[in-house]
């Protein structure tokens, strides 16, 4: 081949790499563009945290019944709810209730911590309200002291909607 035909094919062979390079990078940025809403599963990892402090191996943490433990309950359970220095409020938001197997309508022991005011997305939650707050039910039993069975219920929120939902 001569010269020219050389350069011509160059310059097609330049144009194909461009064009491929540009197809990957397009797949890439849409493949990976995406955002990924993980809120459900940041509830459930916090309720299983939280279900670890106070039950472990179906044993209830005697712990729990005292007023100091419950007030402390995020040290003692190694949990926090710092997030991004984007917001201003909290976050998260958890509930624990414990009956007594004997008496399923009163609560032995109650307690929370974090913005109440998520508990309102849970009563609406709804796939057309994608950027309300994610809630996580969990319930198990424990055994106390002397055998007493317990019945524990935990409620976890996570809002973090401006970074997790689409807009």
Excluded: P
Excluded at 9 to 15: D, M, P, R, T
Excluded at 25 to 54: H, P, T, W
């Amino acid at each position: 081949m001569n010269n020219r035909g050389d350069k011509l094919i160059s310059v097609y062979w330049f144009a194909i790499l461009i064009l491929v390079a540009g197809g990957i990078i397009a797949m890439v940025l849409i493949f990976y563009g995406a955002q990924y809403d993980v809120r459900e599963i940041e509830g459930e990892i916090m309720n299983n945290k939280i279900s670890d402090c106070i039950s472990y191996k179906g044993l209830i943490n005697e712990n729990v019944f005292e007023k100091n433990y419950q007030d402390n309950l995020l040290k003692n359970c190694h949990v926090t709810f710092n997030v991004e220095e984007s917001w201003t409020d909290i976050q998260y938001y958890f509930d624990v209730k414990i009956f007594g197997i004997e008496n399923i309508d009163e609560t032995v022991a109650e307690f929370s911590e974090g913005n109440k005011n998520l508990i309102s997305s849970c009563e609406i939650a709804n796939e057309n309200y994608e950027k309300l707050a994610k809630c996580s039910n969990g319930k198990f039993y424990a055994i106390g002291e002397e055998n007493k069975q317990y019945l524990i219920q935990i409620l976890s929120i996570v809002r973090k909607s401006e970074k997790n939902v689409k807009q």
